[in-house]
């Protein structure tokens, strides 16, 4: 035999006794640490290890990330002992042949923090689970945003005396009360997909007084009108949510909706009052009925407290347009006339909803 064979088993049977006698770390992303062990805790595993100009250089591994560790058999004379604190989990006896290597078991009693980028975290079922279902029920108030100038000049275009009255009717008007509900599946923690439903009403009930300017001699009538507006909207919705602070208590939600929405609108006149006349049968209007259908969405910021895990509570804001360029009108003459209003002239009832919520996870 050469010596060149002769070099090459003398280095192998070398390096062979060298890893033999060495200890040994598994992470538990697989990787495998041959080292010297210097101490073991409940937190770290110091080990030792030599650079590329052969001086020991320390090193510490989270014990959460180690899926085992052996110590190689070391000598009396040979092996410096093994730091230990007196709160630290005291390392195994050494032992003069080769040690089976024994599966990490977590200190019992002992509450470790979660490191949420540690490997070990990801195959964590606790770190997985989540609510999948949310029901929400809400309720509060409304503003409608435009100051339905269109309407008001109508009004007053009628004879109504004085014309603040006809800005004081729009004005109760455009406040209101709102309501809605919703249902989530999350496809993740922050990420949930669902069905949204918003509704509005607003009232008005006044006495008026019209002046007939087209008689010679002005002559003043009395007016009792009610209404009320509706406004329902339905559609699909995406809900993104996200924790604020590490409690786990407060959550901020955005939500975002594309559906449909219904208009109604209802007006009665006393009959035993002045009443106005259809221009088109020429027929006294006690009862009047405006509708349209048409294209909406939901734009809503809420921030949520959590008390119990599956309860939360909390404020909402909203914001809801709803713009009508044309309108199904009908009368109790039973006369459909389809009004339309033009883009100038539009009835814009473009609101925001401002509400408490109570929801559901389960």
Known sequence: MDRKKIFIVFFLLFAFTYAKSQDKIVTTQGDTIFCKIVSISLDFIKYEQKDYNQMPVNYAVPMRQVQEYSLGPRSAESTSPINRNPIEKPAPIPLKKK?????????????????PFSPASYNSKDAES?????????????YVLNTLAHSRQAMKDLGVYPTTQADDYYKKLRYGLSAGADIYYMISRSLGVGVKYSGF????QMNYTVNQNNAAIPT???VSEKERIYLNYVGPALLLQQWLGSSHRFRLNEEISVGYIFF??????????????NPITNQKQYNVLKEK?????VVQLSFEYYPVSNLSLGLSAAGVPAIFRSLKVSDNSM??????????????LSRIDYSLSVRFHF
């Open 335 to 348: 006369t459909n006339v389809e009004e339309t209003l033009g883009k100038s002239h539009s009835l814009d």
């Open 99 to 115: 040690q089976e290597t024994k599966p990490l078991s977590p200190p019992l009693n002992r509450k470790t923090a979660a490191n």
């Open 293 to 297: 259908n048409y294209y909406s969405g």
């Open 264 to 277: 109604r609108d209802q007006i009665q006149f006393d009959p035993y009052q002045y009443v106005f006349v």
């Open 220 to 222: 003043y009538y009395s």
């Open 201 to 204: 009403t607003s009232s008005v």
């Open 130 to 142: 989540f609510f999948r279902w949310r029901i929400g029920i809400q309720g509060g108030g409304s």
